[in-house]
């Protein structure tokens, strides 16, 4: 750097710092200064990324993997994802405590207290290992998406290529590792895990949305499923489906009534179109209906019912 550039720099830079330091005096909502440390997103998305290694073992950096060395390769998997799982649970379980961190007398570091602190890390690995436990059933369910989106695209020439390819099994595996973590009742690593698939593939999939087996998003740019959503099994969606709320309560604070149902609920063999938005918690579709694209459905459909809006006409000129 030459001098004048570095004069420059040295004039200016200290007043750049110290002003956006005073900003964090008023603007508290969006710094975590003086609390326990948050889950960290790296090391959630390594969880991810190994849990992948073990859901479908040999699709991934591993290779040449037999019935010999299996238990070995998932053994050493599942020692590092308990370490590091446990650990973020904990961390999530402090922040979300309010209340429980203070400053430590003998540290800079601000910290939960010593006795909380060992019941979340107790919790957290009793959640863990609840966790881990589900992970043969959890198989078993993504093997039915698997077979789901083979089924369900000609396009698809195997369950490899589902599995390699397709951002829509992406997200639904995510949500499906993230939404076992929900039940558990641990607070913001599923979330965590679901905006990383929605970063990676365009599918934003809450972790409180409750969907059966053999789902299959096909394309999936621009899905979005809402946290009460309720889907049932052999249910297909297309890209830009939207299946969200029609509005949002609020009490006499004005502010907004959380914990009520405001997604829609999806039945059985249902089909939904590109671009079609299903909205409202009190609205239904019934089992087998088809929802054409570019629909906005707000009121309940009856079963074996198809859905269109008027054919458009072409003009050309």
């Excluded at 077979?147 to 020439?157: E, T």
């Excluded at 970063?199 to 999936?220: W, Y």
């Excluded at 009534?257 to 079609?276: C, E, F, L, M, S």
Aim: net charge negative; proline share 5%; hydrophobic share 40%.
């Amino acid at each position: 750097m030459n001098p004048i550039s570095l004069k420059i720099k040295e004039d200016n830079l200290p007043d750049i710092t110290w002003n956006l330091v005073q900003s964090c005096n008023v603007l508290g909502n969006i710094q975590n200064l003086g609390h326990c440390s948050l889950p960290t997103y790296r090391i959630v998305v390594e969880i991810l990324e190994e849990l992948f290694e073990v859901i479908y073992p040999g699709f991934g950096q591993r290779k040449n993997l037999h019935f010999g060395n299996l238990p070995y390769f998932m053994g050493e998997i599942l020692d590092r994802v308990y370490d590091k799982l446990a650990s973020q649970i904990t961390q999530s379980f402090c922040h979300s405590h309010s209340g429980k961190c203070q400053e430590s007398e003998s540290s800079s570091k601000n910290d939960c207290d010593s006795s909380v602190r060992a019941e979340f890390e107790r919790c957290a690995q009793e959640k863990t290992l609840a966790f881990l436990a589900r992970l043969p059933e959890l198989r078993k369910l993504l093997e039915t998406d698997v077979v789901a989106a083979y089924a369900g695209d000609p396009a698809c020439k195997s369950y490899a290529e589902a599995i390699f390819c397709y951002p829509g099994l992406k997200a639904i595996t995510t949500y499906r590792i993230a939404h076992e973590l929900h039940l558990l009742e641990v607070p913001l690593i599923p979330r965590m895990m679901t905006e990383w698939a929605h970063n990676c593939t365009g599918i934003d999939i809450h972790p409180g949305a409750s969907i059966g087996p053999h789902f299959f998003i096909d394309h999936g740019t621009g899905v979005v499923i809402g946290e009460t959503c309720e889907i049932g099994e052999w249910v297909k969606l297309y890209q830009g489906v939207t299946l969200g709320a029609l509005s949002f309560p609020t009490d006499e604070r004005g502010e907004l009534v959380r914990g009520q149902k405001r997604h829609p609920t999806i039945k059985d063999h249902v089909v939904i179109y590109a671009n079609a938005t299903v909205l409202g918690g009190t609205t239904i579709v019934g089992e087998h209906a088809v929802v054409g694209a570019s629909t906005w459905v707000v009121e309940s459909i009856a079963p074996h019912t198809t859905v269109l809006i008027e054919k458009p006409k072409l003009r050309i000129r």
